[in-house]
C-alpha cells in the first residue's frame, strides 16, 4: 500500500526566503506525482505535475523535482509572498499504475509573514 | 485550464436526511471523476471512483449504502450522503481527469456538509 509523507507539517517564514518542502513515497513504482495548493475551506489547485521520466518540472518561482528511485520529492519555492501562505499537498496514483486513484500526503501548512 | 464545479459549497442538514452533492467538468469530459473526503486539518481520503455508465468502486470502509454514486453523464457525477449523521459532517471533494490517467487531476472547490 502506498503510504505518502510530507515534511515538515507546518513552516512559518519572513517574506522573501527560499523554501523547500518535501514529500516521500514508499512505492517507488509510480508514474508521476502531483503538487498542489489549498487554501483554507477551499478546493485543490494543481500546481505542478512530473511525469515519472522527468526529473523536474518549473512554474515560475515554484520548481518541484522527482527522484523516483529514493521516493523522494521536493518543491521549492523561490521569493516566498504572504500570498503563498496555504496547505501544499503531494499526492501520487498507485505504484504501478497511472490511474488517477492518488495517495496524498498529509500536507505542508505554509505561513509567510510580512 | 479545465475547470471542475461543485455543488452546493456549503449545505447544513438535520440528521436523518439525505443530501446530494453535484461535480461537474465544465469544459471537458470525464469519464472518470473521484470523490474525496477531507476531515478538518487532516489530508483527502479517496472515498470512491466514479465511472461513466458503470457502478462506483468504493475504497475499503467506506459503505455504498450511504454514500451512493451515480455518473450519469460524462460531465455530471452526484454524491449522495442518505440518512445523514453528524459524524457524516465533513468536506467532500470531487476531481477528474481529463483521460483515464497519467495525468493531472483538476479538483473542484469542495462542498462543506455539516448536519445537526
Known amino acids: 500500500k502506498q503510504e505518502v509523507t510530507q515534511i515538515p507539517a507546518a513552516l512559518s517564514v519572513p517574506e522573501g526566503e527560499n523554501l523547500v518542502l518535501n514529500c516521500s513515497f514508499t512505492?517507488?513504482?509510480?508514474?508521476?506525482l502531483q503538487w498542489f495548493r489549498q487554501d483554507p475551506g477551499k478546493g485543490l489547485t494543481s500546481l505542478l505535475l512530473i511525469q515519472s521520466s522527468q526529473r523536474e518540472q518549473t512554474s515560475g518561482r515554484l520548481n518541484a523535482s522527482l527522484d523516483k528511485s529514493s521516493g523522494r520529492s521536493t518543491l521549492y519555492i523561490a521569493a516566498s509572498q504572504p500570498g503563498d501562505s496555504a496547505t501544499y499537498l503531494c499526492a501520487v496514483p498507485p505504484g504501478g499504475t497511472s490511474y488517477g486513484k492518488l495517495t496524498f500526503g498529509q500536507g505542508t501548512i505554509l505561513t509567510v509573514h510580512p | 485550464g479545465a475547470v471542475v464545479s461543485q455543488h452546493p459549497s456549503r449545505v447544513i442538514c438535520k440528521s436523518g436526511t439525505s443530501v446530494k452533492i453535484e461535480c461537474r467538468s465544465l469544459d471537458f469530459q470525464a469519464t472518470t471523476m473521484f470523490w474525496y473526503r477531507q476531515f478538518p486539518k487532516k489530508s483527502l481520503m479517496l472515498m470512491a471512483t466514479?465511472?461513466?455508465?458503470?457502478?462506483?468502486?468504493?475504497e475499503q470502509g467506506v459503505e455504498k449504502d450511504k454514500f451512493l454514486i451515480n455518473h450519469a453523464s460524462l460531465t455530471l457525477s452526484t454524491l449522495t450522503v442518505t440518512s445523514a449523521h453528524p459524524e457524516d459532517s465533513s468536506f467532500y471533494i470531487c476531481?477528474?481527469?481529463?483521460?483515464?490517467?497519467?495525468?493531472?487531476?483538476?479538483f473542484g472547490p469542495g462542498t462543506r456538509l455539516t448536519v445537526t
Open positions: 466514479s465511472n461513466e455508465g458503470s457502478k462506483a468502486t468504493y
Open positions: 476531481s477528474a481527469s481529463l483521460t483515464g490517467g497519467g495525468y493531472e487531476q483538476y
Open positions: 512505492d517507488s513504482a509510480i508514474y508521476n
